[in-house]
């Protein structure tokens, strides 16, 4: 998954609607642990801004 630093808004939303837990927010930082992520597409849907996008 790539984030766009440019658009997130770092609200924390994708976080919690992660169903493995592979989002991690730290501040201004949102980390993928790609070997959690199962690429559902959660995340990408429930952005407001479209700032994280699957990388394929
Ligand atoms: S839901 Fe979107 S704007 Fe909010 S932290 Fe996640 S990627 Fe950033
Ligand atoms: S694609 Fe799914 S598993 Fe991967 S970070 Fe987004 S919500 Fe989590």
Redesign the pocket.
């Given at each position: 998954m790539k984030?766009n630093k440019a658009k997130?808004?770092?609200?924390?939303?994708?976080v919690g609607i992660c169903p493995t837990q592979a989002l991690e927010?730290d501040e201004t930082i949102?980390r993928v642990d790609e070997g959690k992520c199962t690429k559902c597409g959660l995340?990408v849907k429930?952005?407001?801004?479209g700032?994280?996008r699957r990388d394929e």
């Amino acid at each position: 998954m790539k984030v766009n630093k440019a658009k997130c808004l770092y609200c924390g939303g994708c976080v919690g609607i992660c169903p493995t837990q592979a989002l991690e927010l730290d501040e201004t930082i949102l980390r993928v642990d790609e070997g959690k992520c199962t690429k559902c597409g959660l995340c990408v849907k429930f952005c407001p801004v479209g700032a994280i996008r699957r990388d394929e």
